[in-house]
């Protein structure tokens, strides 16, 4: 079955210091999305993208944060300079259609800031 | 805005069914509900999701309230790999936003 892969599995960066995070969606998927998860709390929706833009985005996802889908098949998280406060899990999900298909979810990439 | 309310926690002892409720008294008529659910140290995994009858396939069955206010999620047998949090959650109105609430923490009595 075909799945979402995110690389790396766990990232350690210096606070101040640019991270990306790599995620592969599901190849004929077109809605992509970012997800992150403080340890101990609840999923937060970051952010959607469909058709090369920005769909929504929440109040955590400030400029600090920019996506891209620089080749076709890659989806990636960049936050500019990191702080203590990033550190979490972030998830990158892809949806054939979101209103009537799930999003399909990867594993996750645990960031931890020092 | 889309809104879900769940029970905080469950218990079940493995091997029987188990109903996780949960209320969307705001969802609008086109919207499908759906069920994911996070094991520890995973990410969210889909469970199912349904628009107005129910719904059943090899994970659980998804029962709709006929308007469509509620729904409940049923494990036939719990066994203890379904220890996890469940989440019921709608997609925001006119967005391509889904929204997780605090879900239900599903713990499995061997």
């Known amino acids: 079955e075909p799945e979402v892969t995110q690389t790396p599995s766990h990232q350690v960066t210096q606070m101040g210091q640019e991270v990306i995070l790599r995620c592969v969606p599901i190849?004929?998927?077109?809605?992509f999305y970012w997800y992150r998860q403080i340890l101990g709390q609840k999923v937060e929706f970051l952010v959607s993208f469909y058709n090369n833009e920005i769909s929504e985005k929440s109040e955590i996802f400030d400029d600090q944060f920019s996506v891209e889908r620089p080749d076709g098949s890659n989806f990636t998280l960049k936050i500019r300079s990191t702080k203590l406060e990033d550190s979490a899990m972030y998830f990158c999900a892809s949806s054939e259609a979101p209103r009537r298909s799930p999003l399909h979810f990867g594993n996750g990439t645990r960031l931890t800031v020092t | 805005d889309a809104k879900t309310t769940q029970p905080n926690s469950m218990e079940s002892n493995e091997e029987e069914p188990v109903h996780l409720p949960c209320n969307h008294s705001?969802?609008?008529?086109?919207?499908?509900i759906h069920w994911y659910r996070q094991l520890p140290s995973q990410g969210p995994e889909y469970v199912i999701h349904g628009l107005t009858s129910n719904v059943n396939n090899r994970m659980a069955s998804l029962a709709i309230a006929e308007d469509r206010k509620s729904s409940t999620l049923i494990l036939h047998r719990a066994t203890l790999r379904d220890a996890a949090v469940y989440y019921c959650i709608l997609r925001i109105s006119g967005t391509y936003k889904y929204i997780f609430g605090t879900g239900t923490r599903l713990k499995v009595l061997a």
């Open positions: 705001t969802i609008s008529g086109t919207d499908y």
């Open positions: 190849s004929n998927h077109l809605y």
